[in-house]
DNA sequence: CTCCCTACTGTCAGTGACTGCCAATTGGCA
DNA sequence: TGCCAATTGGCAGTCACTGACAGTAGGGAG
């Protein structure tokens, strides 16, 4: 990795957890891009350079990405339900609450996204790509699942993701996200 | 209705046809405010008076708000999938192809939607929306379904219907929504 | 019919997200 | 060492959206 590729980096991470500290403290709407700036030391037009709109300082994440990536692989030879399942069996549960050392905590920023109206659309809008994508895997799998059908059941195992994730932040993460998803399932299947 | 109530109604109507209209032709993100308030003779801040931001100018249906609520009424009393069903089933067909003389038709406000990016997270937060509320008319409903699970139905069929309705569009209003919410329901319930 | 209240509208000033452009710096590489 | 390209900062500008104030006109009370 070269130099630049990681001040780039520090540079991102530096300005992502300062502005989710003040997103946290002072509200998501209440902060501005300029504050972010000045707090980070950085012009407002760097911020813009990485993240491209305030919305992406909640929501990218590496690691996101990643489970995103792995559940859509696995959907593609087990199935949208199973890979979902898999996937989230194969994550340390620890990692869920956010007590890892990573950028703050997974948990603070679901927290964040959901006490924050603006970020609903955006958080329903990642759930729908989800959807597409696992039922484009779906119907690219073994299962010979016609696109249509395939589609809508891709989008309704996001969706109950989405819940299985929103009842969990209910419970201040308490609750074990895979129970969750298991009840989900269950309310899928049977019905 | 009052003088003062049918003005105020007049000028929505008139508003909101020079918005579409002009988004229609230019484009959603290439159309400012200031150009709809122009054309329409009234001023810019008359506009968000009434729609409140820019996007309820495409979204804001009377139409789309009582067929929602039919929905939801039906599935307090034969559930979530029947109600769609039975409200579907008391649309007149022609309703939907927007052939009628309303507001410039359903079809081409969907159609602007679905080649708008800007306006998916929207429709997607109103799908969620919908889902929450099928949801609670599940749990309410004589089935005695606990909220999680009647939750995760909700969103489940409500994705469905988004599905269903986009396909409808890549059909360009040739298909039959009712057939494709049929298709939609068995893709649903098998499996 | 008149007076007053209230709803509707317009104007103005301001905030904040976001973008394009240009210049300066600095790491990477031949 | 010298050139290229990426990173950054600064600046000006657009546009969505909001609060405050003022003028106008409908609607009801007397």
Known sequence: MN?????????????????????ERRGYDAVSIAQIAAEAQVAERTVYRHFGTKEMLVVHDELDAAFIGDV????????????VR???????????RGEGAEAGGWLRKMRLL????????????ATSTLGDALGAAESAAATG???YPARVRGRAVAAML??????????????????????GIDALTTG
Chains 1, 2 share one sequence.
Do not use: K, N
Request: glycine share 4%.
């Open 114 to 125: 959901r006490a924050t109206p603006s970020l609903h659309a955006t958080f329903e809008r």
């Open 162 to 183: 989405a819940v299985a994730v929103d009842a969990w932040l209910e419970s201040d993460g308490e609750a074990d996200l895979r129970d969750l998803v298991a009840q």
């Open 86 to 96: 898999e996937a989230l069996a194969a994550v340390p549960p620890e990692a869920w």
């Open 72 to 83: 859509v692989r696995r959907a593609t030879t087990v199935g949208a339900i199973a890979g």
């Open 145 to 147: 699942l016609a696109p």
């Open 3 to 23: 130099l630049r590729e990681r001040r780039r980096a520090d540079t991102m991470r530096a300005v992502q957890r300062v502005a989710l500290d003040l997103f």
